[in-house]
């Protein structure tokens, strides 16, 4: 059975606009979703997608909204609720919360570390620990290139918890036309990995 919430983590690797594509695709799906941004993220949402993110709760969903061209996106947009990163009172930062699924994408390699070591220092880092522990879902999205040995070992370590490793390393057998068909191929890679539907690109002999 699949749930009605996902947390959603954005971290400050580049390609925000795969966590911004993502929330909406999650929001269609009839998902409630747990925002988490790093403070690294807002600048790279600054920087990569024009958004301005300086406040938190509702003020935050309503500036990533923007982001969205759906045209139900202030209905949509309702289900996200904001989290604070050292909001130790969030129930992402506890088992009996009852989130068992998370999506860190994109996933900085100094996010991943944290996570594969069980750091636990801001909430982040510390929901991913809970869906880990409790035997959930956690699914990160690295973008970075080329990999050190360090950033290999910490996927390994993730991949051997149970997490899954989804890079945001395109393909190209749709024929992508434009930016956003390659991102929709990433998205739609974590939407099938979540089990939820999602109108984008059509998988491989279809």
Known sequence: MIGTSTI???????????????????????????????????????????????GDGAECVSVLRQFSTHPDADRLYRRVRHHGLLDWHSGLASGSGGRRRMVICPCSMGTLAAVSMGLSDNLIERAADVVLKERGQLILVPRETP????????????????????????????????????????????????????????????
């Open 8 to 54: 959603l983590a954005v971290t400050g690797a580049s390609g925000a606009v795969y966590g911004l594509r993502l929330a909406e695709a999650m929001l269609v799906a009839g998902q409630e979703v747990d925002l988490l941004l790093s403070t690294a993220a807002r600048t790279v949402l600054a920087q990569e997608c024009g958004l301005n993110v300086s």
């Open 147 to 206: 990999l050190s040995v360090i950033h290999l070992e910490n996927m390994l370590r993730l991949t051997r918890m149970g997490a899954i490793l989804l890079p945001a390393s395109p393909g190209y057998y749709h024929k992508p036309a434009c930016v956003m068909d390659l991102v929709d191929f990433i998205v739609s890679r974590v939407m099938e990995q979540l089990g939820l539907p999602w109108q984008g690109v059509k998988p491989w002999g279809q």
